[in-house]
């Protein structure tokens, strides 16, 4: 039975005097697809910063697998099993999609204090990169520079070096913007294999992916959230309705 | 310490810092606005000094230098930015600190080969020329007093610039987010040649007005630059208000250090940096960056 | 690498354990000079093209180290012991970076070039305003350090020839360990920082630690530079410590084409012969530098050496969504 990887309770940021998360809760669970949608200037993406610790919340705690990680550095919270991807893609664009995998990897394994060993000789990191390039299908790309890659397939490469960390949680913010029909199709398959063991948070506009993909709806709507549940509920919840869906889903 | 000298201390800190804003203050617009760290800008600070005191022998009155001084100073900065400083916008910090870095050069030998390198004063003008007493021994000269008042005007000026005028909407606006700016339909290229030219006249205007309180010399512009950069680091990049706190400051920190730690006051100011650093390392009036 | 770029070195190497052979002395103390230089470019090199942090105030270790051998002479007329003064001196250059990138690396981008120019201040006005270390005269050398190891001296420090070869020694080693950081672990880490810091943080990577260690390692190398340029100059006096010393030593990094330890070692070649062919050439040689230095910019970006990879492909950034 799935379990709660990353539980959010009572979460509050503040920007001077302006609350752009306002007493927001949030569980996710393994092997469940949770999507946040709403409006642009919902808060959205603050509450991922909250999440991955680039934010540190005003009010709320956040517990990672029963540990409390509000407030703690990004880093240590990626360390502790939290991978994210970014709105614009964030990869290290002058290295090939291999070592971009490789060196996520690293991240398990530091080993920074052995000079004398050779990053590139390093089995264990380079047969994590392969792997994660594999599950998202970069395989046969794997020499390529990043900046060489599509837009897609950077998208796909960012994934997949959150993969080769071996996160419990991955926050996704907009995976599938920038991209058309088909690539969007590729990736919606991916994020449905993805969910096995895994707990992932989805930012999303694509309403069509949202409700094709998601166990678990939240909608936001100025710093809160308005409804939260099964696609279903919410899209029949009449608040969501009125004040974003509107007249768009006739369901 | 008796009340007179106190106050004299106060008075000098004054003037230190508001000289010291109105350099800063040309540097953190550069940074904010075009993204452009300039080495060179302790050296417009230098030539304006320079000019002050080439001006003067010509003209036989400093009032009848500056006007020139400055037009002088805009021109300059103007052609400076079309040239050379326009090819640093987006390119690596590594490459602005360089090129400006030779700039520096090119300007000092310019200097040496234009007037040479000898120390000068520049005469006081007659009308100004008076101290005032303080207290029932000592006195305070005029002029200095002028200086703080000239940096005072200018500063005021600046402020209504930035707040109450369109170009100075778009200068704040550029400061926080250049592409928006640009999307707006505003000559970017041009208001940066403003912002530029606009800094250069701030800093030549400070050493012309400044020239006579203290010598000058060839290696004054490199002190300066230095402290700029202590005032915006403190100040945070692209705030003019942090520019003004974080120049006083250092006025204050800087006069008072050299009365009681004369050993150690050259240090003062980076010790002070140095705990703004722990407390807040983006400045202390950070703009919002976009 | 392609076949040529590989053998450089290699070349490079053979020509300079040869030099002594044929060339007199003032070419020995020259190139002396230069392999000197050269570490101290690689030390920074290992900050600005390794990490991506720019530091304007590297002379700051270098010049410690001098400073500390002048100190830590029993006195003025009497040599210290190089294999205690030397450590000695690394660890001053050492503890000093660690102190001063504490605090700077808690800032970023311009901000952090403008603090290490200002600490590195710091560093000049306590030697200059105070006695500490002569002021603003600065202190000689008077007797070269000694190797000597109970009755035996392996080395004599005050031999021109012995002098080239120990430095040369500096250099090759230098070199090695900065490749073989490069290639580490560790060295990865360091690219990964220099692209994209942000992306190594969310990784789990702490970021922070990786850019200190970078700097304190880089403040280790440029204090044995210091150490022995001091020794040569036979003197030590605040200039060592002044942002002009950060200034040159960064241009030459760029010169050569930052970002692969060989580009540092051209550039400090280049740089030296130029500052000394622009010297001769004229009283107003800074304005011939000053222009070399703002055509260098923009006319080769990617330096000498070929770096030019690394900048072609910041180059081809895509608008990417």
Known sequence: MAETALLARGLTRRFGGLAAVRDVSLALKRGSIHALIGPNGAGKSTLVNLLSGELAPSEGTILLEGRAIAGMPPYRIARLGVGRTFQRSNVFRDMTALENCRLAAQARHPRSWALHERAQACGPSIEAASRALAAVELGPRASVIAAALSHGERRALEIAMCLATEPAVLLLDEPLAGMGPEESQRVLALLRRLRTGRAMLLVEHDMDAVFALADVITVMADGVVLASGTPEAVRNDAAVREAYLGEALTA | MDLSIFLIQVLNSVQYGLTLFLVASGLTLIFGIMGVINLAHGSFYMLGAYAAYTLTSLTGNLFLAIAPGVALAIVFGYVLEWIFVSFLYERSHLQQVLLTYGLILVFEDLRSLAVGDDVHGVAVPAALSASIPLGSTMTYPVYNLCISAACLVVAALLFVLLRHTRLGMMIRAGASNREMVRSLGIDVGMLFRIVFALGVALAAFAGMVAAPASSVYPGMGNQVLILCFVVVVIGGIGSVTGALVAALLIGFVDTFGKVFLPDYSGALVYLLMAVVLVWRPAGLFRETTA | ?321
Request: hydrophobic share 55%; no cysteine; glycine share 10%.
């Open chain 3, 1 to 321: 690498m392609t076949g040529v770029r590989r053998a450089l070195p290699w070349l490079a190497l053979t020509l300079l354990v040869a030099l002594p052979g044929f060339a007199g002395k003032f070419y020995i103390d020259l190139f002396a000079k230069i392999m000197i230089m050269a570490v101290f470019a690689m030390s920074l090199d290992l900050l600005v093209g390794f990490t991506g942090l720019v530091s304007l105030g590297h002379a700051a270790f270098f010049g410690l180290a001098g400073y500390t051998l002048v100190l830590s002479a029993p006195d003025k007329y009497t040599a210290a012991s190089l294999w205690t003064s030397l450590p000695l001196a690394v660890a001053a250059s050492t503890l000093l970076a660690l102190a001063i990138g504490a605090l700077a690396l808690r800032t970023r981008g311009v901000y952090f070039i403008m603090v290490t120019l200002a600490f590195s201040q710091l560093v000049y006005f306590v030697f200059h305003d105070t006695k500490l270390g002569g002021g603003s005269d600065g202190a000689y050398i008077y007797a070269r350090p000694k190797a000597q190891l109970g009755p035996w001296t392996p080395i004599d420090l005050g031999d021109g020839t012995q002098f080239y070869y120990v430095v040369l020694a500096i250099l090759v080693v230098a070199f090695a360990f900065l490749r073989v950081l490069l290639a580490s672990r560790f060295g990865h880490a360091l690219s990964g920082i220099r692209s994209n810091e942000q992306r190594m943080r969310a990784l789990g990577f702490d970021t922070y630690a990786y850019k200190l260690a970078a700097f304190a390692i880089a403040g280790a190398l440029a204090g044995v530079a210091g150490y022995f340029a001091a020794i040569q100059f036979g003197f030590v006096n605040p200039e060592m410590l002044s942002w002009h010393e950060s200034a040159n030593v960064l241009l030459m990094v760029i010169l050569g084409g930052s970002g692969t330890a060989f580009g540092a070692i051209v550039g400090a070649f280049a740089f030296i012969l130029l500052e000394d062919a622009f010297s001769l050439a004229t009283r107003h040689w800074l304005l011939l530098m000053g222009g070399f230095v703002i055509a260098a910019v923009m006319l080769l970006p990617g330096g000498l050496a070929s770096a030019g990879e690394r900048w072609r492909h910041r180059a081809t950034a895509s608008s990417d969504g």
